[in-house]
């Protein structure tokens, strides 16, 4: 499935429009993880396990959108959108969603 986060794809003429798609994807950030970057902001660098569970949630969400455009019968999503969120009690979760618009291309 060809992605783009531009309206339309510079090398393919869009033939129709499928309608809107999105995916989502509710991660929850665990202890040590916490306990780790917290170490890591205090003596500098990166939170590598916040990084991994970013690129994880963010993963899931663009899998369950495309997913959701080739229902649709689609070739390519275009004008793609990712949102990070906190989510629940003291924010101790992660939503990550991703939507775009489905095309079928010429």
């Known amino acids: ?6 309206p339309n794809l510079a090398e393919r003429e869009t033939a129709r429009t499928l309608g809107v798609v999105t995916g989502e994807a509710i991660i929850g950030a665990h202890i040590f993880r916490d306990f780790f970057a ?3 902001n205090i003596i500098g660098g990166r939170a590598g396990g916040y990084e991994k569970a970013l690129r994880e949630a963010r993963d899931i969400a663009l899998r369950e959108m495309c997913d959701e455009a080739r229902g649709l019968g689609a070739d390519a999503v275009v004008g793609v959108d990712l949102d990070y969120e906190t989510l629940g009690v003291e924010n101790g979760m992660l939503m990550v969603s991703a939507s775009g618009t489905a095309v079928k291309l010429r």
Do not use: E, F, K, N
């Open 1 to 6: 499935m060809i992605t783009a986060t531009t």
């Open 38 to 40: 917290g170490v890591t």
